[in-house]
C-alpha cells in the first residue's frame, strides 16, 4: 500500500512528488556559518589542521590519549579535492599505524604542533586539547565534547573562556545511507 491521504496523512502531504523527482541542487554557502566563526566568505582555501591525541604508551602521567586520529589520510584528500588545504601535526598518526608519509602522499603538509594550531582555521581531535586552548583564539575546534556532561560543561567553558567555537560531534545527528 503507498501513501494515501487519510487521519494521519493530510492531503496536502500526499501531493507532493516522489523524492527522486525532487532536484533541488545544494546551495553552496556563500557566508560564514556563524559570526563569531572567524572564517571570511570567499576566501579560500580553509585550511584543516590534524591533532595528534596525546597517546602516550608507559606515560600515564602525560594523559592517557588515545590511539586514533581524527581523520585518515583518504578522508584528508577527498576534502582536497573540494580545495580545502590539510595540515597534520608529526606523528599524529603513527597508534593508528598511519606514517606522516602516508599524509604526505594524500596531499597534507606535517608540521609541528604548533604550527599546525597557527596554520589552521578548524582543527580536529578527537578528545578536546584543553591545554591548547589558549594557542586556538578564533579557531573552531571540531572534537568529542559530550557537552551535557559535566566533563564537557567544564570544556565548554575552557573553550569560550579562551575564544575558542567547538562543534561538538556528540551533538551531530547521525544517519546511514
Not at 487521519?7 to 556559518?33: E, I, K, N
Request: net charge neutral; proline share 8%.
Amino acid at each position: 500500500p503507498g501513501l494515501e491521504s487519510g487521519p494521519l496523512l493530510p492531503a496536502a502531504c500526499s501531493a507532493a512528488p516522489p523524492l527522486a523527482a525532487r532536484s533541488v541542487a545544494p546551495a553552496m554557502a556563500t557566508a560564514p556559518l556563524l559570526a563569531n566563526d572567524g572564517l571570511v566568505a570567499g576566501q579560500a582555501p580553509v585550511v584543516l589542521g590534524i591533532l595528534a591525541e596525546g597517546y602516550k604508551p608507559g606515560k600515564p602521567q602525560e594523559g592517557s590519549g588515545d590511539q586514533r586520529i581524527s581523520m585518515v589520510p583518504a578522508v584528508a584528500k577527498d576534502l582536497m579535492k573540494d580545495g580545502y588545504q590539510t595540515v597534520v601535526e608529526s606523528g599524529a598518526g603513527v597508534y593508528a599505524g598511519i606514517s606522516d608519509g602516508a599524509y604526505t602522499e594524500a596531499g597534507c603538509q606535517v608540521f609541528s604542533r604548533e604550527q599546525v594550531i597557527q596554520k589552521a582555521q578548524v582543527l580536529f581531535c578527537i578528545e578536546p586539547p584543553v591545554k591548547d586552548f589558549s594557542s586556538m583564539k578564533g579557531k573552531i575546534l571540531i572534537s568529542w565534547v559530550g557537552r551535557l556532561l559535566d566533563k564537557g560543561k567544564e570544556v565548554v567553558n575552557a573553550a569560550t573562556a579562551a575564544g575558542v567555537t567547538l562543534i561538538d560531534v556528540t551533538a551531530v545527528p547521525r544517519i546511514t545511507i
